[in-house]
């Protein structure tokens, strides 16, 4: 979803794109010229990760979601920005933790992968963490964002009806503070539940292009889902711990 959806964008021609090639030096004419073929080679990795996943492809998902993230903070944009967007590197590097990192054959990283739901208790506990962090990070970058009443929030807000825009983002951004805190510290099923509902519900009223931007936070939902089905073997793991102690 993440890499589908980013690459529609560059298939429809995201104007906000061109900064962020300005920052390797990409003029307007060669950026607008290079955003279709980015967006056809993201929408093509987000395919192979249905058809075909490899570790290969998992690890340039995580320096390219990472990059493409660093984009925004480097371009002049807020540093949350940045942090918002854990789920678009946090999802593959979790599903990389999970499969395994090939036991150092580099044949390995080009084989289709399946997910290790036999995993010992250490990869279990990786995983888990991986997760945890991901989902305070994007948390606490929506919560900062609302808090320094970004524009394109406000435009939201204004949009819904709200004549108070500001002061919704102030209640909205302590609530996804308190989301993260709670997600790092003590993460419960049913309150993950209430976080992933808020996420993709909070997420449906783009002004422009809603349906991409949508899908393309698919990472985003995906980890705090994520969180909530591992969430019982972490537990399991704790307490054969305990019995073992």
């Not at 002049?76 to 946090?90: D, K, L, S, T």
């Not at 995993?119 to 970058?141: D, I, S, Y």
């Not at 990472?219 to 089905?229: P, Q």
Request: charged share 10%; glycine share 12%.
């Amino acid at each position: 979803m993440c890499f589908i959806g980013h690459g529609a964008f560059g298939i429809i021609g995201k104007k906000i794109w061109l900064n962020y090639f300005a920052v390797f030096g990409v003029n307007h004419a060669l950026g607008t010229q290079l955003m279709p073929i980015l967006g056809l080679f993201d929408i093509l990795l987000g395919i192979s990760i249905l058809i075909y996943p490899t570790r290969a492809i998992l690890g340039w998902l995580v320096m390219w979601g990472t990059m493409t993230a660093l984009c925004r903070p480097l371009s002049g944009e807020p540093f949350a920005e940045f942090i918002e967007r854990a789920g678009n590197y946090g999802a593959p590097l979790t599903l990389l933790l999970l499969c395994g990192f090939g036991g150092g054959k580099l044949s390995n990283w080009f084989k289709i992968i399946h997910p290790n739901t036999s995993a010992n208790a250490q990869t279990f506990a990786n995983v888990a963490t991986c997760l945890r962090v991901v989902v305070f990070l994007l948390l606490v970058g929506h919560g900062w964002l609302n808090l320094i009443e970004k524009k394109g929030l406000m435009d939201q807000y204004k949009g819904l009806g709200f004549t108070d825009p500001a002061g919704v983002a102030r209640i909205a951004g302590i609530f996804e503070l308190a989301a993260a805190a709670i997600v790092l510290t003590k993460p419960l099923r049913p309150v993950l539940i209430v976080f992933l509902v808020w996420k993709m519900g909070t997420e449906l009223f783009y002004p422009h292009w809603e349906i991409f931007e949508w899908v393309e936070r698919g990472g985003s939902y995906g980890c705090i889902l994520a969180l909530w089905f591992v969430l019982p073997q972490t537990k399991m793991v704790t307490q054969q711990k305990s019995f073992a102690t």
